[in-house]
């Protein structure tokens, strides 16, 4: 049974950090594209930044670019989502995702295409 549990999320003020992760369990993450998205309130699903599950090819959206990383930890099987100089703007429920395409295929930013999510996570922002 494949499950993603995602944990981390909270409050922060602007230009802080955070670090979520997301557990996997029921695959292997590191052989699978997996990505993060955020739905802000109001506002559509949108992809963050995803990784590859062959050669560790990344995406990123351009507001996440130069303060959003994603990783793998192979051992515990579970991807992170490194969160830095967050801004006003950055405020959002938090997804992680997992993907059947092959993983050699380019990644893609549609949230179709991945098959299985977590339930969430808040993220918050303060001034």
């Known amino acids: 049974q494949v499950q993603l549990v995602e944990s981390g999320g909270g409050l922060v003020q602007a230009g802080g950090s955070l670090e979520l992760s997301c557990v996997a369990s029921?695959?292997?993450?590191?052989?699978?594209?997996m990505g993060w998205f955020r739905q802000a309130p109001g506002k559509e699903r949108v992809i963050v930044t995803a990784?590859?599950?062959?050669?560790?090819?990344?995406f990123e959206a351009a507001s996440a670019k130069g303060r959003f990383t994603i990783s793998r930890d192979t051992a515990k099987n579970t991807v992170y989502l490194q969160m830095n100089n967050l801004k006003p703007e950055d405020p959002a429920v938090y997804y992680c995702a997992a993907s059947r395409d092959d993983p050699l295929a380019p990644l893609t930013a549609t949230p179709g295409r991945y098959e299985y999510w977590g339930q969430g996570t808040q993220v918050t922002v303060s001034s």
């Open positions: 029921g695959f292997t993450c590191n052989r699978t594209n």
């Open positions: 990784i590859s599950g062959s050669g560790g090819r990344r």
